[in-house]
């Protein structure tokens, strides 16, 4: 991994005071409260990876915010997952807006941002053809499969944000219904 990689890491999993996802959890974003919950975190070291375990845990409710972070020696790549349990002996308050990978890209103020993608599947012989939406500065798009499937219609879930010179891949690994913000 190089040493921009290593410092994106180290500034959302590690230093950061806030981790790159969010939630609603009872009608409060996870930002106002979650500097608040109990952390820890660890590290372990596996076959061509280390694991970052960093774990977020409401002291009123029980609730569990644990996110999984895998950071893969020799490619240039950091994968996540978001995991919600429930540790408390009462139900807990409405979870909503679960959001995977909320970060905020360093862009140069009048740098247009383009994402390449690909269409999704209409059952016709155009199904994921490459496709580019440009979004000019304060502009925003936002782009979701319908049915519950998740590469049905006019979205796929790999995607390419280009910006600034530079850009971020991002793979939803979901395999059901999905939605994505830019701006």
């Not at 999984?68 to 950091?78: K, M, S």
């Not at 140069?108 to 580019?132: C, T």
Request: overall charge negative.
């Amino acid at each position: 991994m190089e040493q921009k990689e290593k410092d994106w890491l180290k500034k959302h999993f590690i230093d950061g005071v806030l981790p790159p996802f969010s939630f609603i959890y009872d009608e409060t974003p996870s930002s106002v409260f979650l500097c608040n919950w109990q952390k820890s975190y660890k590290t372990e070291r596996l076959d061509g990876k280390t694991k970052h375990i960093l774990t977020y845990t409401d002291p009123k409710t029980g609730l569990i915010a644990k996110c999984i972070c895998e950071v893969f020696d020799d490619f240039p790549a950091i994968e996540w997952v978001v995991k919600l349990k429930n540790n408390g002996k009462e139900n807990s308050p409405i979870i909503e807006n679960i959001q995977a990978l909320d970060v905020t890209l360093d862009c140069k103020n009048d740098d247009e941002l383009v994402v390449h993608s690909a269409k999704g599947s209409f059952a016709s012989r155009e199904d994921f053809a490459p496709i580019d939406f440009s979004l000019p500065p304060n502009t925003e798009i936002q782009f979701a499969p319908v049915g519950g499937r998740s590469s049905n219609t006019s979205a796929f879930p790999f995607f390419n944000i280009d910006f600034s010179g530079e850009g971020i891949m991002v793979g939803i690994g979901w395999s059901g219904q999905w939605r994505a913000f830019i701006q």
